[in-house]
């Protein structure tokens, strides 16, 4: 009898796309910097096996942001991260607005 790996059977156990080396090479960004952005919580990661950091391919755009608001606006990143925070609650109360006018433009139909 055969076993297949968890990681081959359930997508919630698959590796995360990226290894801290290979992010911080696409990021363009060394690792001290991506590990400082991940200790400060500005930067989601995952934990893979010996304690290594791993990272989905959307937090790629999270760092272009970082680096947006650090060089074009000078913030630090105590306001980086509230300001984070912020844009991601605008898109949730976007997203919900344009989910009642289709609901709304739905039903009148």
Same mark, same amino acid.
């Given at each position: 009898m055969t076993t297949t790996a968890p990681s081959a059977r359930y997508a919630l156990a698959r590796r995360p796309g990226m #290894?801290? #080396?290979? /992010?911080?090479?696409?990021s363009g960004l060394h690792p001290d910097t991506?590990?400082? /952005?991940?200790a400060l919580g500005l930067l989601p990661c995952q934990r893979i096996p010996r304690d290594q950091l791993g990272f989905d391919a959307s937090a790629?755009?999270?760092v272009a942001r970082i680096q947006r608001l650090r060089i074009g606006l000078g913030l630090n990143y105590a306001?980086?991260?509230?300001?984070? %925070?912020?844009? %991601?609650r605008?898109?949730?109360l976007e997203s919900a607005a344009r989910q009642r006018?289709?609901?709304l433009w739905t039903s009148i139909s």
């Amino acid at each position: 009898m055969t076993t297949t790996a968890p990681s081959a059977r359930y997508a919630l156990a698959r590796r995360p796309g990226m #290894d801290l #080396d290979t /992010f911080a090479r696409r990021s363009g960004l060394h690792p001290d910097t991506v590990r400082r /952005f991940v200790a400060l919580g500005l930067l989601p990661c995952q934990r893979i096996p010996r304690d290594q950091l791993g990272f989905d391919a959307s937090a790629l755009r999270t760092v272009a942001r970082i680096q947006r608001l650090r060089i074009g606006l000078g913030l630090n990143y105590a306001a980086i991260g509230l300001v984070l %925070d912020l844009l %991601d609650r605008i898109e949730e109360l976007e997203s919900a607005a344009r989910q009642r006018r289709t609901s709304l433009w739905t039903s009148i139909s």
